[in-house]
């Protein structure tokens, strides 16, 4: 079987389309991993857009959001809340650092460590992006009622919950 030689989504800066008419995907359709790793991409896509403004990824978001609700919270906690690498969350907290977001103070309770506190722009900023993304969550769970939207957030977080 040839494949379309116009297939929407595959030149950069097309969006992604998660189900190309015509195509056969065999055994894919019937991966709940395929299934979730296709709803990120589209989920992905319109969250970057939605905060292109302030330059703001999920993981900036999710750090932000965290530093916000916790006060003096320490890089390696960050790093493990986020499910990444010290380093990783290194590169996140100093490119937040210098888009005025976020700074490092020390630590009340351990002289060698800082605690990592939003600035008055991060706090101001945060409110504007928070509302930016349940607007953008809004629009991805548009074809959902809102129990249906319970429902399948329920059951994600059983899906990524602990394992034996």
Known sequence: MSLPVDVPGSSPGEPFVPHVPGIDYGVLDSLLGYALRRAQIVIYEDFVRTLSPWNITPQRFSALTVISCNPSLKLTQLAHILG???????????????????????????????????TDKGRQDLEAITQA?????????????????????????QVAGPRA
């Open 84 to 118: 990444i690498a010290r380093s990783g969350a290194v590169l996140v907290v100093d490119a937040l650092s210098a888009m005025g977001y976020v700074e490092r103070q020390p630590a009340p309770d351990d002289r060698r460590a800082y605690g990592l506190a939003l």
């Open 133 to 157: 993304v349940c607007e953008h969550d809004r629009r991805m769970a548009a074809g959902l009622q809102p129990e249906e939207v319970q429902h399948l957030t329920r059951l994600l977080r």
